[in-house]
């Protein structure tokens, strides 16, 4: 048990305890949308006052912050406590692509290097690779109505038609930018 | 008593996105590639379960147990542009950062910190979209 739960787990263990975080939510009474911390946030530091989608009183969502500061610590507690081992083991194609790409921790670490460590902050590529991509999923997610949970996930699963045609689209964005543009970045 | 629920919640959800791999930006590179069923395995699975229980939720009229009214989903408003065009920008985000929101809280906690600015920058998106809603198709 605690060797299984130690291991990096296999796809149907993730999904089945993301699809309890899911009932737990709506057991609770609320849903399931971690891109609403980020309207939150914009309402916390005022947004209200330069755009209607902020108005609104953000202590009627403390709830969810609660949930986003426990996946903090959720990642915290994974990764100092739980996890024996933090390379992912991706297929060996995509690690002969990634290396090939300059990025040579692939399958050795649990995230590029380039990206996620120190040197990212001085790294005019990285900084930009990750204020570009945090930018559109901001914006994306809130003109979409949800993110990979909100859409994906229990949108999905409750067969809403906007929640497939989001996550079609998804997909057009993500593959376009997997197969042209990152090539160019790296 | 209610915080604390959430909370527990979050930390049940945040060791799950690390645990499985969901968090790590090589597992977001490698589904846009096909090249490995992981994500789409996760994905699937936690649909094939989530989509069990929303049909027993509304079979069996569940009531919330903290407020003790029946669950409800709320419906997505119709149309597809919105889900489309947002979709598609998010979509490009998505494999920029190999975050989407929740991973990114979970990368933070597990000290990868660049992501904060990831944070940062789609807190900002969000607020963009807020000021450019209007002159935007929905």
Known sequence: MIEFLTQPWPWYFGGAVISIVLFLLLWTGKNFGMSSNLRTLCSMMGGGKKASLFQFDWRTQQWNLMVALGVIVGGFVASNYIANDSAVAISQKTIDQLVAMGIEDAGKSFAPKMLFSHSAFTDFNSLMILVMGGFLVGFGARYAGGCTSGHAISGLSNLQLPSLIAVVGFFIGGLFVNHFILPLLF | MKTVVFFSIGVLFGITLYMSEVSSWFRIYEMFQFDSFHMYGVIGSAL???????????KLKIKSI?????????EKEKGWKRYLLGGVIFGCGWALSGACPGPMFSLLGAGFFPIIIV????????????????????
């Open chain 2, 48 to 58: 094939f379960f989530g989509s069990l229980i929303i049909f027993f939720i509304k």
């Open chain 2, 66 to 74: 903290l407020e003790g009214t029946p669950i409800t989903i709320a």
């Open chain 2, 119 to 138: 944070i940062i920058s789609a807190t900002f998106g969000t607020f963009i979209y807020g000021l450019v809603q209007s002159k935007l198709p929905h």
